[in-house]
C-alpha cells in the first residue's frame, strides 16, 4: 500500500468513497501512524498542472460569504515584529503578501509552479515571482512563508525541502494549512473519506493530503525543522461565515453554517476538558533550521 508522505507510516485501505475527475479515479487511504488520508493514486504531472494553471482561481466561485483561512495578519505581524529584509512567499497565488509584505518595508518575492500565473502575479504585484529552474541561486530569505501549500503536492517532504532550502542561515519558516483529517466534529461529518455512495463522486482531486496534526508536525520533524510554535484551531471554511437572506433557500449553505458552529462549541469544551486535545481543522507552524544549517537535504 505504500507509505506516509508525512511520517513514514504505512498506508491501510479504508473503506473509501471513490471519486473520479474526468478519466481519473482516486480514493483515499489512511496512515496506520497519524491517521492522515492520502489521495490514491496520485494524480499524474501533467493534470496538477492543468490543475494549477491561471484557471484554478476561478475553479472555485463562491456560492455564499466564506471568510479566507488563510491568515494574513499573522504573517504580516510576524514582519512588522523584526527588522525589514527579504520575505519568500512560497505559492504566492495572486500575490496579495507579495504587497502586504513591500508595504512593511520588506524586499518580497513569490514562488509558483505555473508560469502563466507567475507572470501575472509579478506584473499585479511588481514583485518578482520565480518558477522551476529559477529558484536556483535565488536570494535566501530571512521569513519563508508556505501558505496552503503543502496539502496539494504529491511529495509534500519535497516541496518542504524547497522552501527550506531558500532559508537564510538563521531564517524563520511560516507555514499555515489545513488539517482535515483531524478530530473535529465538523471535519468527521463533511470530511469525503469514507464510502457513502456506491459510484464515484465527481470531484478534482485538489487536496492530496487530508492531515492530522500529528502528521503534520513529523513532516516538519523529518526535514530537520526546528519546532518554536504550532498551534490548532478551528474556521469556517468550508461553511459559510455567515448567511444572508439569499442563502437561505440554499439547504447545504444553511446545513454547514449550523454544523460549522456546533462543532465550534463542542470542540471548545472538549479543549477545555483535555489541554492535550488538538481539535481544529487548521494550523500555524512556526520553525527554523537548527544554527549553522542551511539545508535540512
Ligand atoms: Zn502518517
Known amino acids: 500500500m505504500g507509505l506516509c508522505v508525512l511520517c513514514g507510516g504505512q498506508l491501510q485501505d479504508w473503506d473509501s468513497q471513490l471519486f473520479a475527475w474526468r ?22 504531472e501533467a493534470m496538477l498542472a492543468e490543475l494549477y494553471s491561471a484557471e484554478y482561481a476561478a475553479a472555485f466561485p463562491d456560492t455564499y460569504q466564506i471568510d479566507s483561512p488563510k491568515n494574513a495578519g499573522w504573517v504580516r505581524a510576524k514582519l ?6 527579504t520575505f519568500v512567499d512560497f505559492g504566492c497565488g495572486d500575490g496579495s ?20 500565473v ?9 514583485c518578482p515571482v520565480l518558477c522551476g529552474s529559477q529558484l536556483n541561486g535565488a536570494v535566501p530569505g530571512d521569513v519563508v512563508h508556505l501558505g496552503d501549500v503543502l496539502e496539494h503536492l504529491p511529495d ?13 542561515p538563521g531564517g524563520t519558516l511560516l507555514v499555515q494549512g489545513p488539517l482535515e483529517a483531524g478530530p473535529s466534529l465538523f471535519s468527521s461529518v463533511v470530511r469525503p473519506g469514507r464510502r457513502r455512495q456506491d459510484h464515484a463522486v465527481e ?9 492530522t496534526a500529528h502528521g503534520q508536525r513529523q513532516l516538519f520533524c523529518r526535514a530537520g ?3 518554536q510554535c504550532y498551534q490548532v484551531f478551528e474556521v469556517d471554511w468550508p461553511a459559510p461565515s455567515r448567511l444572508s437572506r439569499t442563502d437561505l433557500p440554499n439547504p447545504r449553505a444553511v446545513a454547514l453554517y449550523v454544523l460549522r458552529r456546533v462543532s465550534r462549541g463542542a470542540d471548545h469544551l472538549l479543549r477545555l476538558q483535555s489541554s492535550h486535545a488538538a481539535r481544529g481543522n487548521r494550523f500555524q507552524y512556526i520553525g527554523s533550521l537548527p544554527p549553522g544549517m ?3 537535504g
Open 23 to 44: 478519466d481519473f479515479s482516486y480514493r483515499y487511504l489512511r496512515c496506520e501512524d497519524c491517521r492522515s488520508l492520502l489521495c490514491d493514486p496520485m494524480p499524474p
Open 156 to 168: 509534500p517532504a519535497s516541496g518542504l525541502r524547497q522552501a527550506v532550502g531558500l532559508l537564510a
Open 225 to 227: 525543522l526546528v519546532e
Open 97 to 116: 503578501l507579495l504587497t502586504a509584505a513591500v508595504e512593511v518595508g520588506w524586499k518580497a518575492y513569490g514562488v509558483e509552479l505555473d508560469p502563466d
Open 294 to 296: 542551511r539545508f535540512a
Open 118 to 126: 507567475a507572470e501575472q502575479t509579478a506584473v499585479a504585484t511588481g
Open 80 to 85: 512588522v515584529a523584526r527588522p525589514p529584509a
Open 203 to 211: 470531484m478534482a482531486p485538489y487536496h492530496l493530503i487530508q492531515a
